[in-house]
Nanobody, 124 residues
Framework: QVQLVESGGGLVQAGGSLRLSCAAS????????MGWFRQAPGKEREFVAA????????NYADSVKGRFTVSRDNAKNTVFLQMTSLKPEDTAVYYC?????????????????WGQGTQVTVSS
């Protein structure tokens, strides 16, 4: 398992940008698929984006495709989520997660390590 700590959330106006970071501890970071999920009040936690071990493969929810970009720096044990053209419906707590799966996954149940979450609020 890896321990995960998110940062970078905050309040932003619609159309603005934010960059979330997730710092991981442990020597196996580079052997984990890294994902971002979000949970709005009263809603289920949903998949946002994921990136493969090497960073060569990415996957996005349709709702964020073209606006969000996931990346990772294995030398620094960090994964990022660059969010642009933010909308009020992007408001949620954003969670970083790690999966030991050998290939790309997006199912929440396959992610075994989770951060504490960071709040993103987009005002209209």
């Amino acid at each position: 398992q890896v321990q995960l700590v998110e940062s970078g959330g905050g309040l932003v106006q619609a159309g603005g940008s934010l960059r979330l970071s997730c710092a991981a501890s442990g020597r196996t970071f580079s052997r984990h698929v890294m994902g971002w999920f979000r949970q709005a009040p009263g809603k289920e936690r949903e998949f946002v984006a994921a990136i493969s071990w090497s960073g060569g493969v990415t996957n996005y929810a349709d709702s964020v495709k073209g606006r969000f970009t996931v990346s990772r720096d294995n030398a620094k044990n960090t994964v990022f989520l660059q969010m642009t053209s933010l909308k009020p419906e992007d408001t949620a707590v954003y969670y970083c997660a790690a999966s030991p799966a050998p290939s790309m996954v997006s199912q929440r149940s396959l992610f075994s390590s989770w951060g504490q979450g960071t709040q993103v609020t987009v005002s209209s």
